[in-house]
Every structure is written in structure tokens, then in C-alpha cells.
């Protein structure tokens, strides 16, 4: 359950994070092993949901109000250009089973991941 999980501690409180956005449905945060020169994780305050495809189904303006922060982080912090990426599954590379997506900018070439 995506309450147990790291980010689920960050919602609750449990765990402090510096606060990049915050709105009634998301939060956004500095990733602590960025793998661009910009690299902010966007996650939804509700813990219900695994991944980004049962966000979709289940409340798809929390998935719009992620892009909308993700974009607005993105005109802040680099210049206006990112990358948005959700990994949805193990094999995917996704490591905690919460959605979140991860906002990436900065001298990012095509075909690259964004390792920095």
C-alpha cells in the first residue's frame, strides 16, 4: 500500500522534504539522487494509487494538476523545456509504489534517461 512507502511518509508528514509546490492534490520536491541537473519528483497527496495508469482511471485531474505543476516547476527551475517520466512497474524501473512523476530538465539529449 502506497502509504507505507516513502512518499506516503512525505504526505503525512512523517518525513520532511523542501517543498518545491504544493496544491490541495499535489506536492513536488527535489529527488535525493537526481539523475539531471534538474530533477524534482510531483506526487499526488493521496496514497490510493500504485502507479500512474490506475491515477488516470481513478482521478484524472490529479494527473492534469501533476503536468500543470510539472510545468510551472519546470519554467522555475530550467527554461521551460523537461522531461516527464512515470515508471509504472517493477521492470520499469519503478522503485516505490506510489505515483510520482519525475520532472527532469536540463542539457538533456535525445535518447539519453537524464543520468547526470
Not at 504526505?11 to 539522487?33: K, N, Q, W, Y
Amino acid at each position: 500500500m502506497a502509504a507505507d512507502t516513502v512518499f506516503g511518509k512525505i504526505v503525512s508528514g512523517e518525513i520532511p522534504v523542501e517543498l518545491l509546490a504544493e496544491t490541495d492534490r499535489v506536492i513536488a520536491f527535489p529527488d535525493m539522487h537526481p539523475q539531471a541537473p534538474v530533477h524534482i519528483l510531483v506526487i499526488p497527496k493521496t496514497t490510493a494509487y500504485d502507479n500512474v495508469v490506475e491515477l488516470a482511471a481513478a482521478e484524472p485531474e490529479t494527473l492534469a494538476e501533476m503536468v500543470a505543476v510539472a510545468k510551472q516547476l519546470a519554467s522555475e527551475h530550467a527554461n521551460g523545456e523537461f522531461r516527464l517520466v512515470f515508471n509504472s512497474g517493477a521492470s520499469a524501473g519503478q522503485t516505490v509504489f506510489h505515483v510520482h512523476a519525475h520532472v527532469l530538465a536540463g542539457g538533456l539529449e535525445e535518447g539519453s534517461l537524464g543520468g547526470a
